[in-house]
Every structure is written in structure tokens, then in C-alpha cells.
């Protein structure tokens, strides 16, 4: 069972526009973090988000978790060829156990 | 402080044969986690070991297996491969309230 879907799946952009991820579950996380993967690595840790309602900012990279601790967004301004790669979110339930997002493969075109 | 290492990093075995990936954590992590990564079914949880004991398990069968050491290293098994196992396998080990993730770089397992 899929518990997050991540939306768009694929998003090709051009270098300095802005993009929004979205990450959306029917269940409550205690917890949301956000990673990035490129290829042939493993999925680095962005962010960890915990409280419902909470923005956090990463350089050009927003994020927030929903009111109700059942989804999140990612938002990114001014996009870079750099920012390039798979973004995965994972949500933590109450038994410790992570389960991730379908990810979104995001391009950036210089 | 070294990152998480994995252990090999490619591997190539024929259906029936079995397979042993290993992972080291970053020091002073006590808990390790194992993921499947395929295109088709993205990221999916295998199991979770702290302190020697499996805390978590996926929904993956009996095939693949996993242990712990006292060092805090882990190993997991795949018994019988089949050509959908095929997949990088990542190790995550992690510490913290919020279990912060710290990925290695993942073994690349193909069954032909």
C-alpha cells in the first residue's frame, strides 16, 4: 500500500522558474522529512518538518507541513540546473516506521 | 564523522543463488533500516534493527532476511533469487527523536 503520492511525477522546468511539490497521505505522520536523490546515490535528508502548520526555509527551498500532519509541500524559487534530481518525501508513523512518496523527478534546463 | 558505506556496491547473480549486502552506519547510530528501490515501486521499507533486534518489518517475504551486530553494522540476505529482486538496495541508519535518515550509497543488484 502506497500511503504517499507525490504530485507531479515528472516536472521539467527552465532554469529561474519557480516549482511546487506536493507530498499527500490520508494518514497523520509525527513527523515529514524531505529528500533528494541523484543518480546512482542514495536519497540525501533536506529537512524534517514535525509540527503541523510549520515552514521551515532552506536557501531558495520552502517547505511546510499541512495543519493536520497529513501532507506537505516543497516549494522551490528561482530553480537551478542543480536543484535537479529526485525529490522523495517520507513520512514517519507512530511505529517509528518511515513510509515514502512516490517521488517526482524534477529538471532543470539550464 | 565517515558516512554510511555499503558494501558491494554492484552485484550480479543468476536466478536461485543468494546474496549477502552489507552496510555500516555512521558512528554512534544504533539503528539501521534497509529499503528496495525500484522504478516501478519506488522506495519500499524491508526492516529495521536496533541494538541487534528487528524493531520494524515490510511487507517483503521470508526470502530476505536481516541481522545486526553488536558494532552496529548490518547485513541482509535474499535467499533464492528471483529476476524481480533486481533493485538498488539502500541502508539507512539513523538517530535522533525524529529518526533522521542518513542514506549510503546503495547496492545495485541484478538478477539475471
Known amino acids: 500500500t502506497q500511503l504517499l503520492e507525490q504530485s507531479p511525477q515528472f516536472l521539467s522546468i527552465q532554469e529561474g522558474e519557480n516549482l511546487t511539490v506536493y507530498c499527500n497521505s490520508s494518514?497523520?505522520?509525527?513527523?515529514l522529512q524531505w529528500y533528494r536523490q541523484e543518480p546512482g546515490e542514495g536519497p540525501v535528508l533536506l529537512v524534517t518538518?514535525?509540527?503541523?502548520?510549520e515552514v521551515k526555509k532552506l536557501k531558495r527551498l520552502t517547505f511546510q507541513f499541512g495543519d493536520a500532519r497529513k501532507d506537505s509541500s516543497l516549494h522551490i524559487t528561482a530553480a537551478q540546473p542543480g536543484d535537479t534530481g529526485l525529490y522523495l518525501c517520507?513520512?514517519?508513523?507512530?511505529?517509528?516506521?518511515?513510509?515514502f512518496g512516490t517521488g517526482t523527478s524534477l529538471t532543470v534546463i539550464p | 564523522k565517515a558516512g554510511v558505506t555499503q558494501t558491494p556496491r554492484y552485484l550480479i547473480k543468476t536466478r536461485g543463488q543468494q546474496v549477502t549486502l552489507s552496510c555500516s552506519p555512521i558512528?554512534?547510530?544504533?539503528?539501521v533500516s534497509w529499503y528496495q528501490q525500484t522504478p516501478g515501486q519506488g522506495l519500499q521499507f524491508l526492516f529495521e534493527?536496533?541494538?541487534?533486534?528487528?524493531?520494524n518489518k515490510g511487507n517483503f517475504p521470508g526470502r530476505f532476511s536481516g541481522r545486526q551486530f553488536s558494532n552496529s553494522r548490518s547485513e541482509m540476505n535474499v535467499s533464492t533469487l528471483e529476476l524481480g529482486d533486481s533493485a538498488l538496495y539502500l541502508c539507512?541508519?539513523?538517530?535522533?527523536?525524529?529518526?533522521?535518515?542518513?542514506f549510503g550509497p546503495g547496492t545495485r543488484l541484478t538478477v539475471l
Open positions: 558512528s554512534g547510530h544504533r539503528s
Open positions: 518538518v514535525v509540527t503541523g502548520g
Open positions: 539507512a541508519s539513523s538517530w535522533g527523536p525524529n529518526n533522521e535518515q542518513f
Open positions: 494518514s497523520v505522520f509525527s513527523s
Open positions: 534493527y536496533f541494538s541487534e533486534t528487528q524493531r
Open positions: 517520507a513520512g514517519l508513523n507512530t511505529g517509528n516506521q518511515f513510509y
